[in-house]
Nanobody, 120 residues
Framework: QVQLVESGGGLVQAGGSLRLSCTTS????????VGWFRQAPGKEREFVAR????????DYADSVKGRFTISRDNAKNTVYLQMNSLKPEDTAVYYC?????????????WGQGTQVTVSS
């Protein structure tokens, strides 16, 4: 069983920053990667960023490159998403998810989400 808990969301003005945390528990020690996704009202869920547990390899959506940074603390089983220069269009519910293996692109475990609202 894998559990993920997101935290750190909130209301911020455009240009501000937030840091989201995703704390994992359960059988995550041999999983491949953790990703961040977001879903805005009326829109489909979209990929934001991901990081591998072992090598720390990262990948970002074009819309957040240069503004968001994903990192991990293996000792704490926690993945962070530092979000800088936030824009109103970043407003969404942000979810973290676990991808079990590199051979299967499916993220099988999801957190409950945390709301990020960026005011203009």
């Amino acid at each position: 069983q894998v559990q993920l808990v997101e935290s750190g969301g909130g209301l911020v003005q455009a240009g501000g920053s937030l840091r989201l945390s995703c704390t994992t528990s359960g059988r995550t020690f041999n999983s491949y990667a953790v990703g961040w996704f977001r879903q805005a009202p009326g829109k489909e869920r979209e990929f934001v960023a991901r990081i591998t547990w072992s090598g720390g390899d990262t990948d970002y959506a074009d819309s957040v490159k240069g503004r968001f940074t994903i990192s991990r603390d293996n000792a704490k089983n926690t993945v962070y998403l530092q979000m800088n220069s936030l824009k109103p269009e970043d407003t969404a519910v942000y979810y973290c998810a676990v991808r079990s293996t590199r051979f299967n692109p499916i993220y099988g475990y999801w957190g409950q989400g945390t709301q990020v609202t960026v005011s203009s």
